[in-house]
C-alpha cells in the first residue's frame, strides 16, 4: 500500500464509517476497544514476570552475549504470536546485533507498522545495579526497566492483546529491537540499515522509549544528535613574541575565537543547542588510554602549538542542522594569522522534525486515552527527550510517535524506578490506537 493512499485510507474509513450509521459503528468498536484494554489488564501479572526476566539479564549495550540473551527472550514472546523472527547479526558495525519480528496481514491494503524498541541497557557487566527489585505495589527499580524493557514489554502485550480479539491479523507489523541503541556501533549506515529499510517499508512508526516519562505526553519531534570535532594550530615561539606579526596570536586564543563565534553566532537559533564538551591544548597533546580521555602539555613562556575540541549538536529540523554546520564552517575557515583549524562534524542521529502526520498521529493517541478516561495526550518539549532510534525513520514514514513506553524516573542512573500502573496504560493505549488506524 501507498504510504500517501493509507493516510488517505484513514480519511474515506470515516466517511464509510459514517454511512454505515454512526451508532451500530460505535458500538462495535466500543465493544472491541472494552476486550482489548480487558485482555491488557488479565495478562498483567504475566507481563511483569517477563519483564523481571528480561531486566535480570545485563544486556549492557557492549556485554554482546546479554543483549543477544535478552534478544532471544522477546523473540520467543513474538514467535508465541506467530511472528517471524530474525537475529542479525552486528559484527560488521561491532555490536552484538539487532532483532527482528515479522507478521504480514494477508491483506495487501493492510496498514503497515514499525515498532521501534532496543535490547541494551546503559548498565555494564560489572555494574552494581543488576536486578529487579520490587519497592511497593506500584513502583519497580531495576536496570533498563524503564530505558526500555518495559517500553518493549509494552509493546507485546499491545500486539498480544490486539491478537487475543482477532484483530492483529489485520495489520502488518515490523517490529525491530536493536542492540546499540545507547551506544550506536559504527560504521552508523551499518548499524541502522535494518531500522532505515523497516521505515522505507512502514506506513507508522511507534517508537516505546519512555520520553520524558510522563504519561500524559507523548514524542512527535525528537532533536537530532551528532558529534563534532575541532583541531586548531599555532605557532609555536616564545610567550613574549605573541601577537608580533610574524608569530600571530596562537592556538589557544584562535580556539577561543572560534568557540565564542558559535555561541555569538548560533545560540538562541530555534530549538538548536552546541556544547564543547572536551577542549585540550598546549605545546603537545596526548590520547589517553579512557575513551574521551586526553593529555595536554603546555607552558606558561611557550605560546600554544595546538588546541583539541570536541562537542555535540542537536537540532529539531534539517533546515536547523543544515544551518548550523555552514555557520560553523565558515567561522572555522576565517583564521586569526598564523593559525588554522579543521572541523569536523559526523553523521549521527538525524532530526526528526514536528511533522503534520505525526501531529494527527498524536492527535488520534490523545482521543483514544480520552476514551479509556486517561485524559489528553500532548507533545512533549522536544527540549526533554533526546536523541532515540525513531529518528532513523523521518523522512521515511508518513506518520511517527515516539514515548510510548513505561513511564518511571532515573533512567541511566541506579536509581532508574518503573511506575508499573502505566504498563497497563500504555499498552491499552497502544493497541486500541493501531486498532483505530487498522479501520
Known amino acids: 500500500m501507498h504510504k500517501t493512499a493509507f493516510i488517505l485510507g484513514l480519511a474515506c474509513s470515516f466517511v464509510a464509517s459514517l454511512a454505515l450509521g454512526h451508532s451500530e459503528q460505535e458500538t462495535q468498536d466500543e465493544q472491541v476497544e472494552q476486550a482489548i484494554a480487558a485482555a491488557v489488564v488479565e495478562n498483567a501479572d504475566n507481563a511483569t514476570a517477563t519483564l523481571e526476566k528480561a531486566v535480570n539479564i545485563n544486556s549492557g ?47 495487501p491494503n493492510a496498514p503497515k507498522f514499525l515498532l521501534i524498541g532496543h535490547l541494551d541497557t546503559v548498565f555494564s557487566k560489572d555494574d552494581e545495579f543488576q536486578s529487579f527489585k520490587q519497592i511497593d505495589s506500584r513502583y519497580v527499580a531495576g536496570p533498563g526497566i524503564t530505558d526500555m524493557k518495559g517500553g518493549n514489554i509494552i509493546m507485546l502485550e499491545a500486539l498480544r492483546a490486539l491478537a487475543s480479539v482477532d484483530q492483529l491479523d489485520r495489520l502488518s507489523v515490523k517490529v525491530v529491537l536493536t542492540g546499540d541503541e545507547e ?38 519531534a525528537r532533536r537530532g544528535s551528532v558529534d563534532w570535532s575541532l583541531t586548531v594550530s599555532g605557532k609555536a615561539a616564545h610567550s ?38 572536551l577542549i585540550v591544548g598546549g605545546t603537545r597533546i596526548e590520547a589517553m588510554d579512557a575513551p574521551a580521555t586526553k593529555s595536554g602539555f603546555g607552558k606558561n613562556n611557550v605560546i600554544a602549538k595546538t588546541v583539541e575540541v ?42 526528526m522534525a514536528p511533522s503534520e502526520g505525526n501531529k494527527k498521529l498524536l492527535g488520534i493517541y490523545s482521543e483514544v486515552s480520552e476514551s479509556l478516561g486517561y485524559g489528553p495526550v500532548i507533545a512533549v518539549n522536544p527540549r526533554n527527550a533526546g536523541a532515540a532510534d525513531i529518528s532513523f525513520t523521518a523522512g521515511h514514514v508518513e506518520m511517527a510517535l515516539d514515548g510510548l513506553g513505561l513511564m518511571g524516573s532515573g533512567g541511566h542512573t541506579r536509581d532508574e524506578v518503573a511506575d508499573m500502573e502505566s504498563l497497563v496504560i500504555n499498552a491499552q493505549k497502544a493497541a486500541i490506537l493501531m486498532h483505530r488506524l487498522a479501520n
Not at 516519562?213 to 514524542?219: C, E, F, L, R
Open 61 to 107: 549495550t557492549m556485554n554482546f552475549a546479554g543483549v543477544r540473551e535478552v534478544g532471544d527472550l522477546f523473540a520467543a514472546q513474538f514467535q508465541a504470536l506467530d511472528f517471524t523472527t530474525e537475529w542479525l547479526d552486528g559484527s560488521a558495525f561491532d555490536r552484538a546485533g539487532h532483532l527482528v519480528a515479522t507478521k504480514l496481514s494477508g491483506n
Open 183 to 220: 551506544s550506536s556501533g559504527k560504521p552508523l549506515d551499518l548499524s541502522k540499515q535494518a531500522l532505515r529499510a523497516a521505515a522505507k517499508w512502514a506506513d507508522v512508526a511507534l517508537g516505546f522509549e519512555d520520553g520524558d516519562s510522563n504519561i500524559k505526553t507523548a514524542v512527535i
Open 240 to 277: 613574549s613574541q605573541i601577537f608580533q606579526a610574524d608569530v600571530g596570536a596562537g592556538a589557544i586564543f584562535e580556539a577561543a575565537r572560534i568557540l565564542n563565534e558559535f555561541r555569538e553566532q548560533l545560540a538562541g537559533y530555534g530549538d538548536l543547542t552546541f556544547n564543547p564538551g
Open 310 to 351: 570536541s562537542g555535540g549538536l542537536r537540532a529539531l529540523t534539517q533546515d536547523e542542522l543544515k544551518h548550523a554546520k555552514l555557520t560553523m564552517h565558515k567561522i572555522v575557515a576565517d583564521n586569526l594569522p598564523h593559525t588554522s583549524a579543521k572541523l569536523t562534524i559526523g553523521d549521527g542521529y538525524p532530526p
